[in-house]
C-alpha cells in the first residue's frame, strides 16, 4: 500500500493547503493510497483524510524528525511525505512507484546538500533516524539530520530527472544568475526541467503557493 503523508501545525499552513494538497495528488494519480495527516489542530480538514497527532511536537521543522518512527506505520507500505507547499502539475504515477530504502530532494541551491520536501522510504530503513535523535538543533534543520544520518540516500532528481522542480529557481529565476549567498558551484543544469516536464514543484521557503495565483487554484 502507498501511504502519503504529510504534517500541519501552527498558523504558517492553513487546512487548505492540506486538502488542495490531498485533491491534487488524487487528481494525479491512478494509483490507489492512503492519506494521513499529522496535526495538532485537524479543524476544516477534509473527511477523506485521516488525521493523527504530532508524534514528536518541537513547533518546527524538527518536528518531522518523529515521522521515521517505524512503529507510526504498517511495515508493508511504502510511505510518501509532502511539504504543505507542494504543488502537483503532472501525472505522479512514476514517482509513486518508488520502492527504495530511502530517498529525497537535492538541495536546490547547495550541491552537495539534502532538502527534506518531498520523501519516501521504508518503515523499518530510517527508523534509526528517530531512535538516533537527541533533540540535536542542526543549523539547516531536519535535512541536515537526514545529511548526518544517511549520506547514500536516492536523490529524487538523480532518479526521476526533469520531474521536481523549484518555483524559485525554474520559473521565477530561470533568466537570473544562481543567488550569490549560496554555494555558486550549483549550475541550473544540475536540476534539469521545466513546468512542462514536470509533476511537482516545491516552494521551498518565500513566497508561498497562495501568494503565486497562477499555482493556487
Known amino acids: 500500500m502507498i501511504h502519503i503523508i504529510c504534517i500541519k501545525w ?8 492540506v486538502n488542495k494538497l490531498f485533491k491534487n495528488i488524487q487528481n494525479n494519480t491512478s494509483k490507489e493510497f492512503l492519506f494521513t495527516c499529522f496535526t495538532d489542530n485537524s479543524e476544516n480538514i477534509n473527511k477523506e483524510i485521516e488525521i493523527k497527532p504530532i508524534p514528536y511536537f518541537t513547533g518546527d521543522w524538527f518536528s518531522k524528525i518523529g515521522l521515521y518512527n517505524k512503529d507510526l506505520y504498517n511495515s508493508s507500505n511504502q510511505i510518501f511525505y509532502f511539504d504543505l507547499d507542494t ?34 522510504w521504508k518503515p523499518e530503513a530510517v527508523d534509526f533516524m528517530w531512535k538516533n535523535y537527541k533533540n540535536q538543533k542542526l ?34 529565476d530561470s533568466k537570473k544568475p544562481i543567488r550569490a549567498r549560496y554555494n555558486r558551484k550549483i ?11 514536470a509533476s511537482v514543484i516545491c516552494f521551498h521557503g518565500n513566497p508561498l503557493p497562495h501568494e503565486v495565483p497562477e499555482f493556487w487554484n
Open 87 to 120: 504543488i502537483i502539475v503532472g501525472n505522479l504515477d512514476t514517482l509513486l512507484e518508488y520502492k527504495g530504502d530511502f530517498i529525497l530532494l537535492r538541495d536546490f541551491y547547495r550541491p552537495t546538500g539534502f532538502g527534506s520536501g518531498l520523501m519516501s
Open 187 to 197: 549550475k541550473r543544469t544540475d536540476h534539469p526541467g521545466t513546468l512542462e516536464t
Open 139 to 172: 543549523q539547516r534543520g531536519d535535512q541536515a539530520w537526514c545529511e548526518a544520518q544517511y549520506p547514500t540516500a536516492d536523490i529524487w532528481q538523480e532518479l526521476y530527472p526533469e520531474k521536481i522542480i523549484s518555483y524559485k529557481v525554474h520559473i521565477r
Open 10 to 17: 501552527g498558523d504558517k499552513f492553513s487546512s487548505e493547503y
